[in-house]
C-alpha cells in the first residue's frame, strides 16, 4: 500500500499527489513512468513521474482528470493509500552532453516535461522552455518552469495568459531569431507533437517526442502501447516512452488513440454517478 503524503488541485482538471514510494523513488529518473491501482479491483494506468524525492522517499505525479480511474483517483484525499504504485519503468530521457535545449510542452503535458527541464537545467544546460495551454485557467508549474530554465514562454490559445498563439509560433520565433539548439524535446497532445516535429525537421534540428499511448501492463507483452517508428513496430512502456519525433507515425498514433474514447467517456459517467450516490 502506497499513502498519500500531498494532493493538490493544479487547476479543474489537473491534481497534483506526491505519494509515499521509497523503492520507485530512488531509482526514478526524469522521463520514466508508473503504473498504478487505486484498489485491488481496479483498472491498471500508466502515470509519468513528475518528480521524486530520494532523501523522503516519495514520487509526484500529476493527472487530468479524463476517465474512471482517474476521476476516482482525484476523489482520494491525503492520508489515503493506493494499492498498487508500480516503477519506475521505460527509458529515462536522455540529458548527457546537451548544452542547449528547447522544452516543449502542451497543456498537462507539462507536467511530464518540468522534470525533463529541472534535470537538464542542474545539469548546467541552458533551458529554453515553451508551454502552451487553451486558457490562463489550466495554466500550471509556471514557476516551476521560470526556475529550470532561462528562458520560460508561456503560450496560450486565447492568449489569456503569456503571448497569444501555438507553441509552435513560439519555437519558430526562437529558431528564427538564431537560436541554435542540440535538441527539441516536446511533452504533450499529438497534434501538437506533430507539427513540432515538422517545424523542426524543416531546420534538421533533433527532436525528441514523449509517447503515451494505451497501456496495459508496462512490459510490452500485451501490445497496446505499440506505435510505428521509422516503418519499424516499437512498444512505448519498454522501448520508449522517447523516441525521434521525425519517425514516428502521429496520424497512425492518433487513429489508435481514440478507439476506447466513446467506452472510457461511459466509464468515466458510471463513476461520476457511483460517487454521487455514495455521497448521498
Excluded at 133 to 139: A, G, H, S
Excluded at 185 to 214: D, Q, R
Aim: hydrophobic share 40%.
Amino acid at each position: 500500500m502506497f499513502k498519500i503524503l500531498t494532493k493538490k488541485e493544479l487547476n479543474p482538471t489537473v491534481v497534483l499527489m506526491e505519494i509515499d514510494a521509497p523503492l520507485v523513488a530512488k531509482k526514478a529518473e526524469p522521463g520514466q513512468f508508473i503504473i498504478l491501482r487505486t484498489d485491488e479491483n481496479g483498472e491498471r494506468i500508466p502515470l509519468t513521474v513528475a518528480d521524486f524525492n530520494r532523501k523522503k522517499g516519495s514520487v509526484t505525479i500529476i493527472f487530468q482528470v479524463a476517465g474512471a480511474t482517474t476521476y476516482k483517483l482525484a476523489q482520494m484525499k491525503k492520508g489515503d493509500y493506493l494499492h498498487d504504485f508500480v516503477g519506475p519503468l521505460g527509458k529515462k530521457t536522455h540529458t548527457d552532453g546537451l548544452k542547449k535545449v528547447a522544452v516543449v510542452g502542451g497543456g498537462v503535458g507539462c507536467a511530464i516535461a518540468y522534470p525533463v527541464a529541472k534535470k537538464l537545467h542542474s545539469l548546467g544546460c541552458e533551458v529554453h522552455a515553451i508551454c502552451g495551454f487553451r486558457t490562463k485557467d489550466l495554466v500550471i508549474l509556471e514557476n516551476e518552469f521560470k526556475n529550470a530554465s532561462s528562458k520560460y514562454i508561456l503560450m496560450s490559445d486565447d492568449g489569456t495568459a503569456g503571448e497569444k498563439g501555438l507553441v509552435t509560433d513560439a519555437l519558430k520565433k526562437l529558431i528564427e531569431s538564431g537560436e541554435k539548439y542540440d535538441e527539441v524535446i516536446t511533452i504533450g497532445p499529438l497534434p501538437m507533437m506533430k507539427f513540432v516535429c515538422l517545424l523542426t525537421k524543416e531546420y534538421g534540428i533533433k527532436t525528441v517526442a514523449s509517447m503515451n499511448p494505451i497501456m496495459i501492463d508496462g512490459t510490452g507483452m500485451c501490445g497496446g502501447c505499440r506505435l510505428s517508428v521509422g516503418g519499424k513496430m516499437v512498444f512505448a512502456c519498454v522501448d520508449g516512452p522517447e523516441f525521434d519525433g521525425h519517425l514516428i507515425d502521429f496520424d497512425e498514433a492518433m487513429s489508435r488513440s481514440n478507439i476506447y474514447g466513446d467506452f472510457e467517456r461511459h466509464k468515466y459517467e458510471d463513476a461520476c454517478n457511483l460517487f454521487k450516490k455514495e455521497a448521498n
